[in-house]
């Protein structure tokens, strides 16, 4: 974990179910290929699932063929907060919600154009909406 957001823990527990709170406020990872989210492309566009903040479209989103959910942009630069990250014995940039400070995964420099980038984000941290 590269820098503490455990905190109101206790009120985070109310609002979200024991997986939720182990990857969105634990900075988990959820098993690839089990989320909801990671051959999903109906069009619309998704929300962080702990506070609502609109994070990712799906106009772009791709399979990277990780299990997880890839995108390479987001809806716009200040709705995520990234952050230097090096668990595991690597270097790697930790992408969270700008709003709520919620973890939603990592982003990497392995994406297709235009931007180049891979957002890999758990499902479980997002929510589609059809519009
Ligand atoms: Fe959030």
Redesign the pocket.
Same mark, same amino acid.
Do not use: E, I, T, V
């Given at each position: 974990m590269s820098e503490n957001n455990e905190n109101n823990n206790d009120e985070w527990k109310k609002k979200l179910n024991d997986e939720e709170f182990k990857i969105?406020r634990m900075c988990g990872t959820e098993r690839p290929f089990t989320g909801e989210y990671y051959s999903f492309f109906e069009p619309g566009t998704y929300f =962080?699932?702990? =506070?609502?903040?609109k994070?990712f479209s799906s106009q772009t989103k791709y399979d990277s063929g990780s299990g997880w959910p890839a995108f390479y942009d987001t809806v716009g630069s200040k709705n995520v907060r990234l952050i230097e990250d090096f668990s595991l014995g690597m270097k790697r940039v930790e992408v969270? =919600?700008?709003?709520?400070?919620?973890h939603l995964g990592h982003v990497f420099e392995d994406g297709p154009k235009p931007t180049g980038l891979r957002y890999c984000i758990n499902s479980i941290c997002l929510k589609h909406h059809k519009s």
């Open positions: 969105l =962080c699932a702990a =506070c609502g903040n994070l969270r =919600c700008s709003q709520c400070d919620s």
